[in-house]
C-alpha cells in the first residue's frame, strides 16, 4: 500500500514540473526574419574616359550615411592588334594600338572615398566621373547599420583620333599636265617620223616604176 502511494506521489510531482514546460513550447514563437542585405550597382559597367558611372545603392537605414570606398587598378595589357607594318628589309612587326592623351590641363583625380546619404527608403544614387582608365571596384558601407555591398566598372582609354584619308587613286597623286607633256612629246616624234619614212617610200617606189 505504502510502495502504490509513494509511486502515486512521484508521478504527480513529474506531472506539475513537465506542465510549465509543455505550456511554453505550446505558445507561438515570434518569427525569424533573413537579415537585411545591401546592394550597390553600378551603370553601365563599362566606359570611355570622359564619360560617368552611376552608383545606385539599396536597402541601407533610412537617412543612414554611407561611404563609398573607390579602389582603382589597372587594365590588363591589350594584345597585340591583328594589322602588321612591313619593314624595308621585308620582315613584318604586329602593330598594337596607342592610347590617346588628349592636350591640355591634367584634370584633379577623383576622389577614392566620399560620403553620400540615403532616403528615407535606404536608397542613394550618385554619379562618378572617373579621370584615368582602369577597373574601379566600389564598395558601400552603412555607417550606422554596417552593411556593405561592392560594385565594379571598367574605364577604358579614349580612341585615338582617326589618321587622315590617302589621295584619291589608290594613294597616287593624280596625272597633270608636266607629267604628260613628255610621252605626248616622244609620241608625236615617233608619229612624224614614221609620216616621213611612209612618205620617202612611196617616192622611191614611184622613181622605180616610172
Excluded: C
Aim: charged content about 10%.
Amino acid at each position: 500500500m505504502r510502495l502504490s502511494r509513494i509511486i502515486m506521489a512521484l508521478s504527480v510531482g513529474l506531472a506539475i514540473v513537465a506542465a510549465p514546460t509543455a505550456a511554453g513550447a505550446a505558445q507561438p514563437q515570434p518569427p525569424v526574419y533573413p537579415p537585411v542585405v545591401a546592394s550597390l550597382t553600378v551603370t553601365p559597367t563599362t566606359i570611355t574616359l570622359g564619360e560617368t558611372f552611376t552608383l545606385n545603392g539599396r536597402n541601407f537605414l533610412p537617412n543612414e550615411q554611407v561611404r563609398i570606398d573607390v579602389a582603382i587598378s589597372n587594365l590588363p595589357v591589350a594584345a597585340p592588334a591583328e594589322g602588321t607594318a612591313r619593314r624595308s628589309d621585308g620582315s613584318t612587326v604586329a602593330m598594337a594600338s596607342v592610347a590617346y592623351l588628349p592636350s591640355g590641363p591634367t584634370p584633379q583625380p577623383a576622389p577614392t572615398t566620399f560620403v553620400v546619404t540615403a532616403d528615407a527608403n535606404g536608397s542613394f544614387t550618385v554619379t562618378y566621373r572617373p579621370t584615368r582608365p582602369g577597373r574601379y571596384t566600389f564598395t558601400a558601407t552603412g555607417l550606422t547599420s554596417g552593411r556593405t555591398a561592392s560594385a565594379t566598372g571598367i574605364v577604358l582609354p579614349k580612341r585615338p583620333p582617326h589618321p587622315p584619308r590617302p589621295p584619291h587613286h589608290g594613294g597616287h597623286l593624280p596625272v597633270t599636265g608636266d607629267s604628260i607633256g613628255t610621252p605626248l612629246k616622244l609620241g608625236g616624234g615617233l608619229a612624224g617620223a614614221g609620216a616621213v619614212l611612209l612618205l620617202g617610200s612611196l617616192a622611191w617606189r614611184r622613181r622605180r616604176l616610172g
